[in-house]
């Protein structure tokens, strides 16, 4: 800053006033009451002096008072951001805990599970498949990870499998069930209820198909059994040269073979 002293400005005969400036920064003035201003012309200048040196340790104490208010607002907002820094800390290692919990809790449930599960990629690469669903196809379970759910999908439910998925990946669907048949390693096939669900990043973006499978082969077979043992009545009763016929418990006539009448 450029220091100026300014030449004293007389009121009125016995007063002399001294302005306590820094460049254009007023500071105030001094007002001196003097008996003889002639006699005290001479000394005038070390008076102007004294209030220049005045005003520059004015203006270097307010300055000082402004930059130590400067510093506590700026000591108070690294303060509170500090506080804001270490709030998201541990929301963060809150979620990551729980993301870790998460984790263990799903690796517990695919690993353990008697269901069979899988994650796949979008195009259907066989990403993980835990041990249940690898011993329900025969397969140890780094070979099924070479390959894609279309390997050991039966060709005949391979073009059902393919629509599931895209209806996933264009959001027609959330989630979907359905039955359908895999091939086990032995060349028999393996019928099993399957439930798949498209997992999605915060973007939207496809990230796995996850499915759980439910091997129903036994329950399939006992189906199969049933409806081939009425076929197999029913043809007897058909063709039997006696009259048969159903009735309920109340008596209604429900079904009669030919010889009936």
């Known amino acids: 800053a450029r220091y100026a002293a300014i030449a004293p400005e007389k009121e009125e005969a016995a007063t002399t006033r001294f302005p306590l400036r820094v460049g254009e920064a007023s500071r105030g003035e001094l007002l001196l009451t003097v008996e003889d201003p002639k006699a005290f012309a001479p000394y005038a200048h070390y008076l102007e002096n004294f209030c220049f040196m005045l005003a520059v340790i004015l203006e270097e104490r307010s300055q000082r008072r402004q930059n ?42 695919f690993d353990k599970t008697a269901t069979g599960y899988l994650l796949a990629s979008p195009d259907g690469r066989l990403l993980k498949v835990n041990a249940a669903m690898a011993g329900m196809l025969g397969y140890a379970i780094d070979e099924l990870t070479l390959i894609d759910f279309r390997s050991i999908t039966h060709p005949d439910d391979i073009s059902i499998s393919n629509e599931y998925v895209r209806s996933l ?54 189906e199969e059994a049933l409806l081939q043992s009425e076929e197999w009545h029913r043809a007897i009763l058909q063709t039997a040269m006696d009259g048969f016929g159903l009735v309920d418990t109340e008596g209604h006539l429900l079904e009669v073979n030919e010889s009936y009448y």
Not at 74 to 91: C, D, G, K, M, S
Not at 179 to 206: F, I, M, Q
């Open 68 to 109: 130590d208010l400067l510093q506590s607002r700026l000591e108070a907002r690294v303060q509170e951001r500090t506080r804001e820094l270490e709030e998201q800390i541990a929301e963060r290692r809150s979620v990551e805990r729980s993301l870790r919990e998460s984790e263990a809790s799903f690796r517990s449930i």
């Open 169 to 222: 990946l264009s959001g027609e669907r959330e989630t979907c069930q359905f039955e359908k048949r895999y091939l086990h390693r032995a060349g028999t096939t393996v019928w099993a209820v399957v439930n798949t669900t498209l997992l999605r990043d915060s973007n939207a973006v496809p990230l796995y198909l996850i499915t759980s499978v439910t091997d129903i082969t036994n329950r399939k077979s006992v």
